[in-house]
Structure formats: structure tokens, C-alpha cells
């Protein structure tokens, strides 16, 4: 009897729990979800605008935007608002600028794939890619959408002609920066340039004379120090050494300097050759014929 | 995030806006004005599919003309102007409606290039000569004659490891090319002598 009237008395107290109990609950776990949720997400969506952009600002999505914006605003007159054809232009150079922009990432895909798989290259930077991508067909999505609003069906036409505005645009950037680079080239190759376009007979024979003087010393120098260093009391070390000495001197820059060097090298190689008939050694006879045969093909260079 | 932009409604040009003071933007507004001339000019309410057939022969017949002049004064010694003839083509080349068929533009492109590149080499401006070259290298990089044409401007320019890579990469394509085979021999010897070496 005592344990029916406790069985009794526990099933009281669980009838005696408020309904709202569970809705409670509910309420309480939905709305910790929600939040974490909310959280999550603003998170996440901060995390992707830190992200950097491979590409830099698109300029063009900006323009067309400033231009529609002012195309439909109610304030602005109606005989100031640009016309059809230049939204239209903008919209075009719009899509140019995007399909460039996938093009590059389609091109630089395997090469992204290929060194992160081999862990040459971050998570971030992987990322980076990826929501580029994401971003990219977005805005082609965007722009489809804007392209409808001016002609039911452009859609079909419209991304093959901004495909050949992108073309021809890379084409023309390419045609434009041959001036530029031609500039750039011509102070890096100046010397070069100078003597194979402009052959101004001084400054050819200066160019000429410098090139077989500084070759000879540098032989001459080398095997004169080997002798030097077996040898140590021949004359070919006495001349050794007077060559290291014009060695550290600095280079002659004006022509009359140049000249100078330059006989006074045809000298000492004289000199040098005569210190190697002395040794009877088989190099000199290799370092007359070698600065023979530099004289004759400088004479076939030049008659080419 | 918008731009301040300034709009002309009689010439329908955009231009920037005062205080903005942006290189790249004003190029972008200056091609978007050039592009938006082109479309008024083509007259119809968007442009045509580009195709070969909708290439504007009119201009096709002019630039036609012009290399034609060009080869001719080539042939007659003339390579000063040649190379003028051939540049005044190239300018009216990129002067087509930028909707125009790229390759069309392209074939029409390449042939001037080709010729300006070896007037340039007779009238002894490598330089220019290179840089032809070098543009149609990358227009058409599996033609030998480009990098003959490279390979020259570079031996003269006294870049002769470059010209070697150039004469080599030319044979790759074409291995009985008597020419590359010549000019490639000239330049090996050629920086033999430049290191103090001979055969």
C-alpha cells in the first residue's frame, strides 16, 4: 500500500510540470543556435574580407556602377544622364575586364593545384585563390543579369564581342608598350646600341680597340702570374706585375684615354709575347693565334 | 564605393571627376570613351557577333594598299620608307572598332610586323628590329622566321647568348633552315671569340 500511494505521488509531481516547460527549451536552444549562428557568420564573412584580392581594384565594375547609379537616380536631369550607348560601352568593357580576370585564373590553375598539393604554398593563399574564383563567376553572373535589363537575348552575343574587345584592348596594350619598352631597352643595351645603329667611326674604333686590349691583358695577366709563380725572378714577372698595377687603375673613359690604354696594352702584349718565346711555351703560340683569329673575325663581323 | 564622374551629354564622353587624380582610372575612362565612339559609329543598337565577315573591308582595302606601297619601296631599295609605310599601316591596324574580329586584326598585324621588322634590320635599327620581333614571337611563336628575325637584332645588338637561343629555337621548329643554321654557326663563333676561345 505504501508503495502504490509513492508511485502515486511521483506521478503527481510530473503531471505538475507547466507546459510552457519544453516551449522553453525550445525557445532557449533555437535562440543560443541563432546566435551562434550570427557569430559564425560575421566571422566567416570577416575572415573573407580580410582575404587579399590576387587582382587589383576593377576599375571598370566601379565606373559602370557610378554610371548606373547615375543613370537611375530620380535627382539627376534627364538631359544629364548618360546615354544608352555608354552604359552599354561601360557594361562591355565590364565583361572585357572579367573575362580577362578568369582567363588569368583559369591560366594559373594547374600551377595553384600543383603547388599547394606539394605544400609549396599555403592554406591563405590557396584560400585566396579559390574565393577569387568564387568572385570572379559571380561577376559574370552579375553581369549577365545587368546585360538582360538593356536587350532580351544580347546574353548570346554579348560575351563573344567582349571576348574580342578583350583581345583586341590585350593587342593594342601590347602595341602601345613597344615605344615604351623600345626606351627602356635602349638605355640598358646603350653602349650596344650605340655602336650597331649610329657608327660613328671614333667611337667604333674606341669600341674596337678596348675589347681586344682588355682581352690580351687578361690573358697575358693570367700566364704571367703562373709564371711568376713558378718561375718569380723571369721577366714575365716583372711585367705581371706592372699589369696588375694598371689593372687596378680606373677604367679610361674618355676616348684620348682610351687610345692610350689602348697602345700601351698593343705594347705590353708585344712585350709579353716576346717574355713567352723566351720559355718556349706552347700558350703563346695559342695566344697569338687566338688574338689573330679575333682580329680576323672582328674584320668579318664588321664586314657583315 | 562609386567613382565622382563627369558626363558630357552632347559629345557622350565621361570623364573624371574633380579632385580625382588616378593614372589607371584615367585610362579606363579614356578607352571607355573611345569604345562608346566605335559603337556610335557602328550604328546598330548593340555590335554585330564578330566574324570575318563583319571585318570592315573598307579599311582592309586602305591597309592593303599601304603594305603593298611598302613591299614595293622595299623592293626598290627604299627601306626608310618602307618601314614609315609599314607604321602607318600599324597605325590604322589598331585604329579598328575594338569589336572587330581579333583575328582578322591579328593575320593583318603579323604580316606588317614581319615586313617593318626586316626593313628595320636593312636600315640598321635593330633595336626596332627587335622589338618587332619580339612582338611577333609572341603572336606566332612557332615560326622559325620570327626568331631568324630575333636572333639577328640580337647578334647586332651584341647580345649574341641570345641570338644563340633564338637561332636554336628556330631550328627546333624548322631543322633544315640553311639560314638559322648559318647564323647560328657566325654567332657560335662568335662568343668563342667573345670568351677568348676558338675552334
Not at chain 2, 609605310?85 to 603579323?110: A, C, D, P, V, W
Request: glycine share 4%; hydrophobic share 35%.
Amino acid at each position: 500500500m505504501a508503495e502504490e500511494s509513492g508511485s502515486e505521488k511521483i506521478a503527481e509531481e510530473h503531471i505538475k510540470i507547466s507546459i510552457y516547460t519544453p516551449l522553453i527549451y525550445v525557445a532557449i536552444l533555437l535562440g543560443i543556435f541563432i546566435t551562434f549562428s550570427i557569430i559564425y557568420r560575421r566571422n566567416r564573412l570577416k575572415k573573407l574580407a580580410s582575404i587579399e584580392p590576387i587582382f587589383p581594384e576593377n576599375q571598370t565594375a566601379k565606373i559602370y556602377d557610378s554610371l548606373k547609379q547615375s543613370a537611375s537616380d530620380p535627382n539627376v536631369p534627364k538631359d544629364q544622364k548618360p546615354h544608352d550607348k555608354v552604359l552599354k560601352a561601360a557594361l562591355l568593357r565590364r565583361a572585357a575586364e572579367a573575362i580577362r580576370r578568369s582567363m588569368k585564373l583559369k591560366e594559373n590553375e594547374p600551377v595553384f593545384n600543383k603547388l599547394y598539393e606539394e605544400g609549396l604554398i599555403g592554406d591563405d593563399i590557396y584560400k585566396q585563390f579559390e574565393v577569387q574564383a568564387k568572385f570572379q563567376e559571380l561577376e559574370l553572373k552579375e553581369i549577365v543579369a545587368e546585360c538582360e535589363t538593356y536587350k532580351k537575348g544580347w546574353v548570346q552575343t554579348f560575351f563573344p564581342v567582349a571576348q574580342e574587345i578583350c583581345f583586341n584592348e590585350a593587342l593594342r596594350r601590347r602595341l602601345n608598350s613597344m615605344d615604351e619598352r623600345s626606351k627602356e631597352y635602349a638605355h640598358l643595351w646603350d653602349y650596344y646600341v650605340e655602336r650597331s645603329e649610329k657608327p660613328a667611326p671614333a667611337a667604333d674604333k674606341t669600341a674596337k680597340k678596348i675589347k681586344p686590349a682588355v682581352k690580351a691583358e687578361t690573358k697575358a695577366e693570367t700566364k704571367a702570374e703562373t709564371k711568376a709563380e713558378a718561375k718569380a725572378e723571369t721577366k714575365a714577372d716583372a711585367k705581371a706585375e706592372t699589369k696588375a698595377e694598371n689593372k687596378e687603375e680606373p677604367i679610361a673613359e674618355t676616348k684620348e684615354e682610351v687610345k692610350e690604354a689602348a697602345e700601351e696594352e698593343d705594347d705590353e702584349e708585344g712585350e709579353t709575347e716576346d717574355a713567352e718565346e723566351e720559355d718556349n711555351e706552347s700558350e703563346s703560340t695559342n695566344a697569338n693565334k687566338t688574338t689573330k683569329s679575333k682580329k680576323k673575325k672582328g674584320g668579318k663581323s664588321k664586314k657583315k | 564605393m562609386s567613382i565622382s564622374l563627369g558626363y558630357d551629354p552632347k559629345s557622350k564622353t565621361v570623364s573624371l571627376g574633380q579632385g580625382v587624380d588616378d593614372a589607371s582610372l584615367a585610362l579606363e575612362v579614356k578607352q571607355l570613351n573611345t569604345l562608346t565612339a566605335e559603337l556610335i559609329a557602328s550604328g546598330s543598337d548593340v555590335p554585330a557577333v564578330p566574324t570575318m565577315q563583319t571585318f570592315n573591308k573598307d579599311l582592309s582595302v586602305m591597309i592593303k594598299k599601304l603594305y603593298e606601297g611598302g613591299v614595293q619601296a622595299f623592293k626598290t631599295g627604299k627601306f626608310e620608307d618602307s618601314a614609315k609605310q609599314f607604321s602607318i599601316g600599324i597605325e590604322m591596324i589598331s585604329r579598328r572598332h575594338k569589336f572587330e574580329s581579333f583575328q582578322g586584326t591579328l593575320q593583318e598585324l603579323s604580316l606588317f610586323l614581319m615586313s617593318r621588322a626586316d626593313a628595320y634590320l636593312k636600315t640598321k635599327e635593330y633595336l626596332k628590329a627587335f622589338n618587332d620581333a619580339d612582338m611577333l614571337i609572341g603572336m606566332m611563336n612557332c615560326t622559325p622566321d620570327n626568331f631568324l628575325r630575333r636572333g639577328v637584332a640580337n647578334f647586332f645588338l651584341g647580345n649574341y647568348e641570345a641570338a644563340r637561343a633564338d637561332y636554336q629555337r628556330g631550328l627546333s621548329f624548322s631543322e633544315n633552315n640553311v639560314r638559322l643554321q648559318t647564323e647560328l654557326n657566325i654567332v657560335l663563333d662568335k662568343i668563342l671569340e667573345e670568351n677568348g676561345d676558338y675552334l
